[in-house]
């Protein structure tokens, strides 16, 4: 009998059971457990709390780095190749996840090989080896990143990392999580040894175990992780961002094929908050991820084939691989809205931004009414189920709600979505989500001719190479064109390609 994956989430949610505790000490340090006693699977997700808010400045992107010298580096037992050699007939390996706020040491095994695998975690966190040919590689390959894959050949990537510099301007989240290539290549072997010492410590670690695995196994893990260094450094604060006058635009200069376009503001909501359930309404009416019932996508794909794909976010969104699904272990503490309007022909740019914000406008002005209410509630109470398809995932989401101190967000998810209403939608819609203050990220050619036509309110009227248009679209277009764009020249600039994140 064939057993679907939308069952399999289902199920998987009735089973677990889950134990958390939130007191931090390094005694006893804070633990996410979902034993599942018929796993073949044992998940580790071990979490510090250190991100790229804590790198110094000058050294932006040294977190990341520390943790790639965790994962992808050799311990002081044996030499890099030598861990690669071992995990691989085991299919298994040491993954590190580093966002603004914390760090996430994520690895699965078979319980078959798990004490191997286990030997093999714990060289890598508590004995890292610090190899200077590791060192040198991964340094490496972080700036290689940053100047020729994120500016060389990553437009879409390169947008939103233009976005969350331009949101967060004077802010610890001002940079992108891999940091500053100038700074990057500052960094030195001794400056990862003391940001290990200082943040990957016992007092900064939070236990997230998966699967099923025995109960020795936990009292090992707490006893292992008891050797990490002393102390819990303070959490960084953070200030509100700057206030947004009307519309920034970021246009980079770039040789390019296509246009990438990026649209945010910061919003004053994250899933600790009652708003955030009516806003997911709202948002995945507005721009559901990689999905063809948003708005964006229906108005902008569907019937006008601008571009591959176009949705909006409530929260930092990074896509899991080669799933659809949000990737979990990136939370924060201050979230923003966002338009990512995937790249189009230069020629249509102007009026794929215009119609991308003539569609935020309307859904700001006039809200949901009850026919998309009904219809997009019951879509993501339904396919919110996959998310939960992995014990990793699953682990991922209850480490993320022990981060915002909220219930299991997964387990409590459905119910949370069918008691939102309409009324509550609509008054979200209005105290978080605007049109008018916002700001416009764009990786383009002629970036200062586009800079001039956006302030100019210049008109875009969109010409179609096949097919007749029916006349409702036509006359959408006509309003479109001539769409206004408040745009703040003196808060907007025209950047070279070379010269970001530099």
């Not at 004053?268 to 948003?294: K, Q, W």
């Not at 709600?401 to 219930?407: K, L």
Request: with cysteine; hydrophobic share 40%.
């Amino acid at each position: 009998m064939r057993t679907t994956i939308a069952a399999c989430a289902r199920l998987l949610l009735v089973v677990m059971t889950v134990t958390t505790t939130s007191a931090r000490s390094e005694a006893d340090p804070p633990e996410v457990l979902l034993p599942l006693a018929t796993s073949p699977l044992v998940t580790f997700r071990i979490q510090f709390r250190v991100g790229a808010i804590d790198d110094p400045a000058g050294k932006r992107g040294l977190t990341h780095l520390t943790a790639s010298m965790l994962a992808e580096a050799g311990t002081a037992r044996r030499p890099y190749e030598e861990v690669v050699e071992r995990l691989f007939p085991m299919a298994a390996d040491i993954g590190a996840q580093v966002d603004m706020e914390v760090t996430t040491i994520v690895g699965e095994v078979h319980v078959d090989n798990l004490d191997a695998y286990y030997a093999l975690l714990m060289e890598a966190l508590l004995e890292p080896g610090f190899h200077e040919e590791d060192f040198a590689r991964l340094r490496a390959n972080q700036v290689n990143y940053l100047r020729k894959t994120l500016r060389g050949s990553d437009d879409e990537q390169f947008g939103k990392e233009v976005l969350g510099a331009a949101l967060y301007a004077g802010h610890p989240y001002g940079s992108p999580v891999r940091g500053l290539a100038g700074d990057v290549e500052s960094i030195t072997l001794a400056d990862v040894r003391a940001h290990y010492q200082r943040h990957f410590t016992r007092g900064n670690v939070t236990i997230g175990l998966a699967g099923g695995y025995p109960a020795s196994l936990l009292e090992r893990l707490r006893a292992d992780l008891a050797r990490l260094g002393a102390g819990a450094p303070a959490r960084v604060e953070l200030p509100q961002p700057r206030p947004i006058g009307q519309v920034g635009v970021v246009a980079v200069e770039k040789a390019c094929n296509s246009t990438a376009i990026s649209i945010g503001f910061p919003i004053s909501v994250t899933r600790a908050d009652a708003d955030f359930y009516p806003l997911m309404i709202a948002n995945s009416c507005l721009g559901e991820h990689r999905t063809f019932n948003g708005r964006l996508m229906i108005r902008m794909r569907q019937v006008r084939g601008l571009n591959y794909g176009d949705y909006s976010y409530i929260e930092n969104f990074i896509q899991e691989g080669g799933s659809t699904f949000p990737l979990t272990n990136i939370p924060r503490r201050q979230q923003f809205f966002s338009i990512w309007i995937r790249p189009v022909a230069h020629e249509h740019r102007h009026f794929a931004l215009r119609l991308a914000l003539f569609e935020l406008e309307k859904l700001a002005r006039e809200g949901l009414d009850e026919a998309d209410f009904e219809a997009t509630r019951e879509f993501l109470v339904n396919y919110s189920r996959l998310w939960a398809q992995s014990q990793s995932r699953r682990l991922g989401y209850l480490m993320d709600s022990a981060f915002y101190g909220t219930d299991d967000f997964l387990e409590t998810l459905p119910e949370r979505l069918t008691t939102v209403t309409l009324e509550q939608v609509n008054a979200a819609i209005r105290r978080h989500l605007g049109y008018q203050n916002l700001r416009i990220a764009v990786i383009t050619q002629d970036a200062d001719g586009f800079l001039s036509a956006l302030a100019d309110n210049v008109p875009s009227p969109i010409t179609y190479e096949t097919g007749a248009m029916p006349a409702d679209v036509l006359a959408e277009d006509a309003l479109v064109a001539a769409y206004r764009l408040n745009v703040n020249r003196a808060d907007s600039q025209v950047l070279e390609a070379d010269d970001t994140f530099e």
